[in-house]
């Protein structure tokens, strides 16, 4: 009789405990003086980093971690300021999506000694170092590969493929990873690729249509257009639809699985798109701060890189038979 | 000392030279090679960083000065699309660019899709089919200018161009495109090498092609097709898409990607280089060692002679000693361990002195002992020889006397067994004395029954003569009454007649009467015949009891002459009995005797066994007496010879003794 009352007891605890942890984001907690605090430094806000922040709010209050949230609203200044403030604060972990991958090094220092999970965007590898500096995000070469190996699979019949790749700005990491992905994975093919018209768009959706149109007047036919980003390839469709092109002749792909990409290829104007899993990223992310936190293994980490310096989180491939999957 | 020299006499100084000095050489071996091996590491990282940030810095410069020029050209072109400017206007725009940059001194030139080509009005550039040509085509699949592959232009340079659409409103398709050459970027490559002595070029990692090169025959040749293992080895690497930084043919090589193109700098530096400084190090480090090492044997060197020196005089002293001259006088003061030694071997040898010179009295009182003690040995052998032999005799005589012991046990065994079985016989015969007193006990009682019988008969026999007595009255008295019954019949006859006459008379009535009285007559007749016939009966029974009161008198006679004799036996039987009970008890005793001699038979026959096992042990204890004596009489002998031999080395320790020098004017001696 007594047990059970007690075994009710701690039940009730337990909902109480579960009622703080889950409604208790955002709000510093004072129970438990061991308590994980999380500093989220954010470039600046937008859809898909929306959905990677609520995801990493969610992973937080699951895991009993408390989880502070900034915007930098794309200034390095602020970040650097942000930081500055999360290691003052002594926060334990700082996961920060970098404004520019290049002030790497004065995030660093603005941290203190604090591990920081970089994510979004990467610094380059020499930056990183496992157990301290990590990068949690999806490996842009995959996103590439998944594009190119839809194209083979469109063209398995075809010994030469005219591709027009449609690139994001010219130094950034995704867009050279995504590009590399997709020469890399062609080349691999032996069959002969002619990149016949190859420049970036910026991810700018009126900028690629611009190239694309420029594209056409050249008179050169293309099979596949393959794009860095969803807004360029939503800009190429623009171009070709006002060519009065055939896209179920020419194959327009994307990444990222945006809304209106996802809309594209359910009208079916759009091939193929990617989608990074924002969800997954927030998740890993905290995951990953929280393992950093504890100064515990990060070995056995679901996804991490043979150095430790990466988390990598699987792509996923979107066309006409899964997109519904994807839509909001 | 000169004997010593013989055996090789290595130094002090020369054993101490030869475990430091080699200690040192390795020590120093040890740490040379160590601080080679660590430096050689350090050099190595720090070279590898230094040849990657310069290759970084190298990167980085090339891409700067790559951008600044395309800048330059994609500010032109934004220009021209921009202003949109008339032919002429164009032309001049293109003329001012002519000779502008010595980088590319040919400045811009526009390709028009229907084959025209404007170029600046200096410009010796002349394309025959400019539609064709790498400026152009790759010029097409871009708007934004970027770099083609390197090709070899129409003036006959080997360029790259940085070519992109221009769009503008012509409503044709031009191309526009300028020309940077190779040698220019050679230049450009190698004068940004920050670290000396590096080399640097420039790879498409496209199509394996050199861009650049220090060397410029090697220019615009594919990395793949080159004569030389390294730059065949950097194309497989790059190739295999691996730009880590390797050792590559004996140069540190590093790869690095430029920027916004696909061109690779490979900058190398041989490791001969970097391991320049460290193989002068290591030489100097060696020579060090090496003077170390001189300084360090000099310095031992003279630190041990000084050390041993006074080391020097002892040898002699000691030397002097071993040769038996103990005369000599010790030097050495100082005041260390080897001071203290001299002192020491001073105050030895004036102990020796002192020792040498009793010994030499002892010695000398030994070697005369020891001629007595020889000699006693001598007389301690013969005796021993002696005892030996009687020993010897001993042991025979025991010997027998185990035989004999042996021969005593075996009969006092035999003499058991005899007793044993005689007991037995004794105790049969005790079984049958004892049946025959039982049987003569039987025999008694007969007897006596007998005896008893013999009175019973003789009782009956006086009765029965009695009775025989008594018939003879009764005879007798029978014999009267037949008289008289005799004489009644007589009578009676006489009467029976005398009627008989009386009844012929009665005639017929007395007939009857004459019948009766014949009658009577006849009994009485009858009567006195059965009467006499008694009478006779009688006289024949009394005869017959007269023949058997005779003989009955003679039985009894006979049965008490029986009776009589039967007494006598019985009487002999009680005897004969009383004696074989004695005879019984005897035999008993003699069982009981018999029993006690097969005890002791049986001890006697234990004892004697007991005997003969101590007479073995006697004979072997006899013998290992023997052999004692033998080894006695072997060890005097020894002893004699010990004894012998002791006198000759008492006789050999004088002498010996008589070499040591203690007296200087004993010297002689």
Redesign the interface.
């Known amino acids: 009789m007594k047990k059970r009352q007690w075994l009710k007891a701690l039940a009730v605890l337990g909902a109480f405990i579960l009622l703080l942890a889950t409604g208790g984001c955002g709000r510093q907690r004072v129970m438990g003086q061991k308590e994980i605090r999380i500093f989220l430094s954010l470039n600046e806000m937008d859809t898909f980093r929306q959905t990677l922040v609520d995801a990493a709010a969610a992973k937080a209050a699951e895991m009993g971690v408390y989880l502070h949230v900034e915007d930098a609203h794309g200034s390095i200044e602020e970040q650097v300021e942000q930081l500055k403030r999360a290691a003052a604060e002594e926060y334990d972990v700082i996961l920060c999506s970098a404004v520019s991958t290049d002030t790497a090094v004065q995030l660093k220092m603005s941290a203190e000694q604090i591990p920081i999970v970089f994510f979004n965007s990467c610094p380059d590898d020499k930056y990183l170092e496992a157990g301290k500096y990590v990068y949690v995000g999806s490996d842009e070469q995959v996103a590439g590969q998944f594009q190119a190996e839809y194209v083979l699979g469109q063209m398995s019949g075809q010994q030469e493929i005219n591709v027009v790749l449609i690139k994001g700005p010219r130094y950034h990491s995704a867009t050279t990873g995504r590009t590399s992905g997709v020469k890399n994975t062609l080349e691999a093919s032996g069959k002969k690729v002619n990149y016949i018209f190859e420049d970036s768009a910026n991810w700018d959706t009126e900028q690629a249509r611009e190239l694309f149109a420029l594209f056409l007047r050249t008179g050169n036919s293309a099979d596949c257009v393959i794009c860095n980003n969803d807004a360029m390839a939503l800009g190429v469709l623009e171009a070709g639809r006002a060519a009065g092109m055939d896209f179920s002749k020419v194959q327009v792909l994307g990444v990222d699985a945006t809304e209106d990409g996802c809309m594209a290829i359910e009208n079916g104007e759009m091939a193929f798109t990617v989608y990074q899993s924002g969800k997954g990223q927030g998740e890993a992310a905290v995951e990953m701060a929280v393992r950093l936190a504890g100064g515990g293994d990060t070995k056995d980490m679901e996804g991490i890189s043979e150095d430790g310096k990466y988390v990598w989180v699987e792509f996923e491939k979107v066309d006409g038979g899964n997109v519904s999957q994807y839509r909001h | 000392m000169k004997e010593e020299r013989g055996k090789r006499v290595v130094s002090i100084k020369v054993k101490l030279l030869g475990i430091i000095l080699p200690m040192v050489i390795l020590i120093m071996v040890l740490l040379v090679g160590l601080s080679y091996f660590i430096s050689r590491n350090i050099i190595k990282s720090y070279s590898e960083n230094l040849l990657g940030s310069s290759i970084e810095n190298q990167a980085n410069q090339i891409e700067a000065w790559l951008n600044e020029n395309l800048a330059a050209f994609q500010a032109a072109k934004r220009a021209i699309e921009q202003t949109n400017p008339q032919p002429e206007q164009l032309q001049a725009i293109l003329d001012s660019y002519y000779g502008f940059n010595d980088n590319y001194p040919q400045g811009l030139y526009i390709a028009e899709e229907n084959g025209n080509l404007l170029i600046a009005t200096g410009s010796e550039k002349k394309e025959e089919d400019p539609l064709h040509t790498v400026w152009y085509e790759e010029g097409?699949?871009?708007?934004?200018m970027?770099f083609t592959r390197a090709y070899t232009s129409d003036t006959g340079a080997e360029v790259i161009s940085a070519s992109?659409?221009l769009?503008d409103d012509s409503g044709l398709?031009r191309v526009i495109s300028a020309d940077l050459t190779l040698e220019r970027i050679s230049i450009i490559v190698n004068s940004f090498i920050e670290m000396e002595q590096a080399r640097a070029f420039l790879v498409s990692s496209t199509d394996g092609v050199i861009l650049a090169h220090h060397e410029n025959s090697l220019i615009s040749t594919g990395l793949s097709q080159s004569g030389d293992d390294f730059l065949r080895t950097v194309g497989e690497k790059i190739d295999g898409?691996d730009l880590e930084m390797a050792e590559i043919m004996g140069n540190m090589t590093a790869f690095t990607q430029i920027?916004?193109t696909d061109w690779i700098l490979v900058s190398y530096i041989p490791t001969d280089v970097i391991y320049a400084d460290i193989k002068g190090v290591r030489t100097l480090m060696i020579v060090i060692g090496l003077v170390s090492v001189l300084i360090l044997a000099v310095l031992v060197e003279r630190v041990v002679h000084m050390v041993i020196r006074p080391v020097k005089g002892l040898t002699d002293v000691i030397t002097a000693m071993t040769g038996g001259d103990f005369t000599i006088q010790v030097g050495a003061k100082s005041g260390d361990e080897i001071g203290v030694m001299s002192r020491h071997v001073e105050s030895f040898i004036i102990t020796m002195r002192q020792m040498i010179a009793s010994i030499h009295g002892v010695s000398r009182k030994l070697n005369e002992e020891a001629g007595t003690s020889n000699e006693v040995s001598g007389q301690m052998y013969d005796a021993s020889r002696l005892q030996s032999q009687s020993m010897k005799e001993l042991n025979v005589t025991v010997e027998q006397l185990s035989l004999s012991v042996n021969e005593i046990a075996d009969n006092a065994t035999t003499l058991a067994t005899v007793v044993a079985d005689t007991k037995e016989d004794g105790s049969q015969v005790d079984q049958k004395m004892r049946e025959t007193v039982e049987v003569s006990r039987h025999g008694k009682e007969d007897m006596q029954r007998v005896s008893g019988a013999m009175t019973d008969i003789n009782t009956s026999m006086r009765k029965l003569q009695q009775a025989i007595d008594k018939v003879g009255q009764a005879s007798e008295e029978i014999n009267t009454i037949t008289g008289v019954i005799g004489n009644i019949a007589d009578q009676t006859d006489l009467l029976s007649l005398n009627a008989s006459i009386e009844a012929a008379r009665a005639g017929e009535a007395g007939r009857g009467f004459a019948v009766v009285a014949m009658e009577i007559g006849q009994l009485a007749k009858t009567s006195a015949e059965a009467v006499h016939n008694i009478e006779i009966l009688i006289k024949e029974i009394s005869e017959l009891v007269g023949d058997t009161v005779r003989q009955t008198d003679e039985s009894v006679k006979n049965i008490e002459q029986s009776s009589r004799l039967v007494g006598d036996a019985l009487k002999t039987f009680d005897t004969i009995f009383d004696d074989i009970d004695g005879v019984s008890s005897l035999v008993q005793e003699m069982i009981k005797k018999v029993e006690q001699v097969d005890d002791v038979a049986t001890n006697m026959a234990a004892i004697s066994e007991e005997q003969a096992a101590s007479s073995q042990e006697i004979l072997a204890t006899s013998e290992t007496m023997v052999e004692q004596a033998n080894h006695i009489t072997e060890s005097s002998e020894r002893v004699s010879e010990g004894a012998q031999e002791l006198t000759a080395s008492a006789e050999e320790l004088y002498g010996q003794v008589a070499r040591f020098r203690i007296e200087k004017e004993a010297g002689a001696r």
Do not use: E, H, S
Not at chain 2, 140 to 144: A, C, K
């Open positions: 097409l699949t871009r708007w934004n970027g992109g659409i769009k398709i898409q920027q916004g």
